[in-house]
């Protein structure tokens, strides 16, 4: 079953482009240098942002990203970035105010666009591997990994708990109650991702784990 | 003579944090390459005794003469002896995705044999031999998301495997699998040399594999013998909540 807002499984082995075929070093290391450098363009130079904000999305096309795809990632990230955006205006009275949130929303679209395109282009395997040749803490690294694994299971998780109440709704609920419902939806999804927690815990443990987190070499 | 017992339970009791004694008094002892099914009614206790085999409740206390209840191989299941105790005794979990936590089938299966300790290419050799056996040798680097249920067991089953257990505990190790990942699941584990102790609702699965059976209900062993004659008693099967399987009726 599609679903428009389903966890993205990012970049797969079979997926070639200009972009895939950078080494892996690269693309973490210029998607790195693209958020940095947004975030440290002045103010003043906006233009600059901008032409950031144009080689963000010509990279994006390089890599084979569609309009849609972006489109639909964009409607999630950028009512939130807005209503954030607005909060400098609303409590500093200084003149630069204005300034300062088309700022924020500049660098912050174009380090989430960049973002986008490291996930396009880069499989998640291949990027715990440059984590690790980077020395990176390996618990952040194996935070990442159960992440990855996690959300689509807690995600299936969900659209069980959204069918459920689905079949018993019968279309009649109004407004308030279906967003009563869904917040205990969020509610329920929680205690039950908890509760994974716990057995994912013992699996772990039966497996002989003693709080440190080895891995295997990538070279191997 | 008595054989020497491998899995040994002294009198365990269990009591849950929220007052529920889940397990009263339970003993046996299971020989070295016996399979013995652990059958009963849901909420029986099936599946806590099978977590202390593996030490992952917290210890029940200490008997007053001084004995820990659980045994594996003659060794205390409590803190000082559970990783010992765990390199000895594989736990296979009912659902592969508590079970299945890292991003890659490569990376879940060497997670045991890291933890032993073992150098990489040793790891490495038994991530293969553990995915040869369940028959999933090309799936190294997917992701568990993307395989069946069925394929997700038998990775869970490889990890097991790549730790190299002489004890296999399994959880509703059927649960949720089609009849062909069933028969699958019977032909791997009959060919597993150790000792297996299986929790499960699928008693024509228990006729194929087990040749011993402990009804469990209530906390308690209410019976315990070979596998076809306690399966086929109707009194038994009826007075703990279970039904006599088609192929034994009429016996």
Redesign the interface.
Known sequence: MSDSCSPD?GAT?SDTSLCHGLPADAKLSLTLLVVVVSGLIPLEHWPAQGLLLVAVFMALSLAGVTVRYLARRLALFLPALFVFGLSIPVASAEGLAWNWTLSLWLRCTVSFLAGLWLIHVLP??EL?SVLRRWHCPVVLIAMI??M???V??LWDELRRLRSARDARDFGGASTWREWTISAQLIGLLLLRAME?AE??H?????????G?I????DD? | MTEPAILELRCLSFRYPNGRLALRDISCRVASRERVAVVGPSGAGKSTLLMHCNGLLPSPPVQQDGEAQVFVNGIAVTKPHLRETRRQVGFLFQDPDDQLFCPTVRDDVAFGPLNLGLDQHEVLARVERGLASVGMSGFTARNPAELSTGERKRVCLAGVFACEPSVLVLDEPTSNLDPRARRQLLTILRAFAGTLLVATHDLDFVIDLCDRVLVLDDGQVQADGPTERILSDPLIMDRHGLEVPWRLRGR
């Open positions: 499984a082995a998640l395997r715990l990994g159960f990855y694994r996690y689509f299971i994974r057995r994912t013992r699996a772990m443990l039966a497996r002989g784990w003693d440190s080895r891995s295997l070499d191997r």
